[in-house]
């Protein structure tokens, strides 16, 4: 997959680990109008900081550089310094504008973030560019993903060809709310600032806010998406509303598949399971309810043991702030009803359920019956390689 | 231990299981002054709903009946009628008023009760009441508790000699706001309602609310501390400041005692983490703080590992709501200082800290140096045990 006046790269360097790409660039020969959503964590990592004020005053960026191996958050001044330093060399590289360029880390939280491997690696990169490089770019920024994450769409819009392609990172503290997660969307549409802002919030709103793993929102997440207009189209504007419907549906669906490809590759995930509220009087109280489920660390087990416990999803369910009528409730997994008004439907019924929870995939529907409001959430089964992982994570 | 006035016993009735006490009675000869506490969950169970209404209406209670194996909640009209059956059953035996019985039940969610076991073995259970009884009682009300879990006081109280006994069970669905937990406390001191129920609603947010195994609350939990005045002891009433004061540091004592062992005997737990969060400019933020860093998965998979991995202490800080600097941040684990102004203190902090965390108990405190309030809570390590205890729970 190519996309019109972009480039990409990754190295080497050694960051963390030898032997396998942990630094990735991606390039636009011209400026690229650029939409960044980040962690709304209190706590943000130096290249979140930078980013962010960078787009703020500028909306475009012609580059972005990626490290894996650590986060250079909770690093204070040092760590702004080496955000601005790495930029500068990759500005200096490709000479462009400090501004231009973005950056991003991922990994260990509160460890100094060593230049050598930087000023060492980054004349390479930016020599390596090339039109096939996000796939290289795809595994550089991984941590504990097990797989590279990617998605693309090729559509016609007023009869031009236009190019999306999107990469993705993240395995654990991943939760609604922008999950430990990089997002790198490149298009060669022609689109104005205000209407890919409007698409991208709204389409990471029912994507990446919608999945979680263990509920933790991390320092570093960022989603950026740079559309260079080097497909000459017709500009996406309000005047063009087919245009902008279907590159609207083009880049959501690249979301919703990078996201999903996040969620199963959960730490030590063996299934992935869709959360739904339906019958809930606010959206908000819908959404709530399916958090708390799709976060319980009771439920999460019981979904590992493949045990349709549907106690423990109603009990979730009763601490969420979810207002309910128990005796309402009506929980079914994927087609089979287990609960019907509050009670459970017997054993024929659990038998069946067992079935479902065997699959890698299903469906948790929980109707309220209190309303016509609902909310979606995907997340993982918590296994015992979870533990493993996390608790060797650094070792 | 003995407490004037009161009577225990416990049968092997095989409710869920065989050969195993699961079947427990207090009683007290005389109609004891009676404060009940539950659930905060929308879903509660039938033995909480029936235990409620009769508190409400008399403030007293003569018996309590507690079975383990089955939780008798989602169960419906039925269960209720279980409940009241159950009640009358011992009402009847004991030839008291039904609404002098209360109820209570732990075990698994959404399966009926069957009143069998009960019809059986009440008799039995009832003519085997008897001073030295508590033991058997904590033994029964156990679910996957690995020890039971009493505690005691005996003290003089203008010249007058009290006893104070609690027994407590608790081990999963465990999360401040009345965990899964049942705690049944007998007194003979001689003290009015008002009184009585100040010093347990109290008493209770110091102890059973800062709690937390897995951040699940459930739909049984329940305190019961009954006071029958057998020591006819001079009221402990506002009269009596000096008798209170004793009385209350007694009482709050137990109930920290049995929350501490019901956090030690946390599913799978290796290591009790005391997290403190200090210099908050509010309460309410401070315990926002701690319990998020307390339930965080990524934390408490960390303290399993024995990582002092303090980036996702910050980063679980950060999401929490709960205001702060996060460049005025110190982090310690015990008297070892981690963090310092946000920023790591380096490797030999790391290397002692280690020390720490091989600890089976230690204390994390983070200070936010931007107010004068604080809050604390009690967690455990999120272990393999854990999963394993929960993904097998019901086969």
Redesign the interface.
């Known amino acids: 997959m190519k996309v019109k006046g972009f480039t990409a790269a990754a190295v080497q360097a050694g960051i963390r680990y030898q032997d396998r790409l942990d630094l990735g660039l991606i390039y636009s020969e011209i400026p690229a109008v650029t939409v960044g959503m980040f962690t709304?964590?209190?706590?943000?990592a130096a290249p979140v900081v930078l980013g962010r004020k960078r787009l703020l005053r500028h909306a475009k960026a012609q580059a972005v550089l990626v490290n894996s191996g650590n986060?250079n958050?909770?690093?204070?001044e040092q760590g702004m310094n080496v955000a601005l330093h790495t930029s500068s060399l990759i500005a200096d590289a490709l000479e462009i504008e400090d501004d231009m360029v973005q950056v991003a880390s991922t990994g260990?939280?509160?460890?100094q973030l060593d230049i050598e491997p930087f000023d060492r690696e980054i004349p390479k990169l930016a020599a390596s560019l090339h039109e096939d490089g996000f796939d290289d770019f795809a595994q550089a920024i991984m941590t504990t993903d097990t797989v590279p994450k990617t998605s693309s769409a090729c559509v016609k819009i007023n009869g031009v060809t236009i190019n999306i392609l999107g990469v993705a990172k993240g395995s654990?503290?991943i939760?609604p709310?922008m999950a430990t997660m990089l997002c790198f969307v490149v298009t060669d549409a022609r689109i104005p600032f205000s209407a890919l802002n409007e698409i991208v919030q709204s389409g990471v709103e029912r994507s990446f806010n919608l999945i979680t793993v263990?509920?933790?929102?991390?320092?570093n997440d960022t989603v950026l998406v740079m559309a260079n207009g080097a497909a000459n189209n017709p500009w996406l504007d309000e005047e063009n509303q087919e245009g902008v419907k279907i590159f609207t549906e083009a880049l959501h669906k690249i979301f919703k598949d990078l996201a999903l490809q996040i969620v199963s590759d959960g730490e030590g995930t063996t299934k992935v399971v869709t959360i739904r509220v339906i019958g809930a009087r606010s959206q908000e109280e819908a959404m709530s309810g399916a958090q708390t489920i799709a976060?319980?660390?009771?439920v999460k087990?019981?979904f590992?043991?493949e045990?349709a416990?549907?106690?423990?999803i109603?009990?979730?369910?009763?601490?969420s702030g979810?207002?309910?009528q128990?005796?309402q409730v009506s929980i079914a997994f994927d087609k089979v009803m287990m609960?019907e008004?509050?009670?459970?439907c017997g054993k024929e019924a659990e038998e069946l359920a067992s079935q479902v929870l065997q699959q890698k995939e299903f469906t948790v529907t929980v109707d309220l019956r209190d309303g016509n409001e609902s909310a979606e959430v995907f997340t993982t089964d918590?296994?015992?390689d979870?533990?493993?992982i996390?608790?060797?994570?650094?070792?």
Do not use: H
């Not at 260990?108 to 460890?111: F, L, P, R, T």
């Not at 976060?295 to 009771?298: F, I, P």
């Not at 109603?314 to 601490?319: F, P």
């Open positions: 709304t964590n209190t706590v943000q986060a958050a909770c690093t204070g260990v939280i509160g460890e654990g503290m939760m709310d263990d509920g933790d929102t991390s320092t976060n319980s660390t009771l087990t019981a590992f043991g045990d416990n549907w106690g423990r109603i009990a979730a369910l009763g601490r979810c207002q309910f128990p005796e609960v008004n509050g009670l459970g918590l296994t015992y979870y533990v493993k996390n608790a060797d994570y650094r070792s």
